[in-house]
């Protein structure tokens, strides 16, 4: 799963392998869901505002997206190596869109985004994307 806000935040599922054409269609944009160098604690602050997962993100990171197990609007962080977190979040959370997150990828297609408020706007088949947005 994956977001993209105004900014231009992308994010795109882990399991996909991102060419440098499909990268140059993005515009280049920044991705939530990469090896951040410096982690994005402005964004990771708005969305982790108590910073119950500070010493989980505030690293170096490899970091996946993930549809979180339980409620749709808690968000979890959580350590799978010193490199590797995994953040789950999901698309419909209010803070998404109150910081203006418009666009979700997924690496297949989302059953439930109409009753969730996004519609399906382009397919990437041989990189496994469904980029769907907010209506």
Known sequence: MGALDS??????????????R???????????????????????HRIDPMGQGNSVYNRFA????????????????FLLQGDLYAMELSPTMSILRDI???????????????????????IVADNKFWIYQRQ
């Open 100 to 122: 203006g997150c418009r666009y979700v990828v997924f690496p297949n297609d989302w059953q439930n985004a109409g009753a969730d408020g996004f519609s399906l706007i382009k």
């Open 22 to 44: 499909e990268s140059k269609s993005r515009g280049g944009s920044r991705s939530a869901n990469a090896t951040k160098i410096v982690p994005d604690l402005q964004f990771l």
């Open 62 to 77: 490899h970091i996946l997206c993930e549809l979180p197990p339980e409620s749709p609007d808690e968000i979890g962080f």
């Open 7 to 20: 900014g231009g935040t992308l994010a795109v599922p882990p399991d996909s392998s991102v060419s440098d």
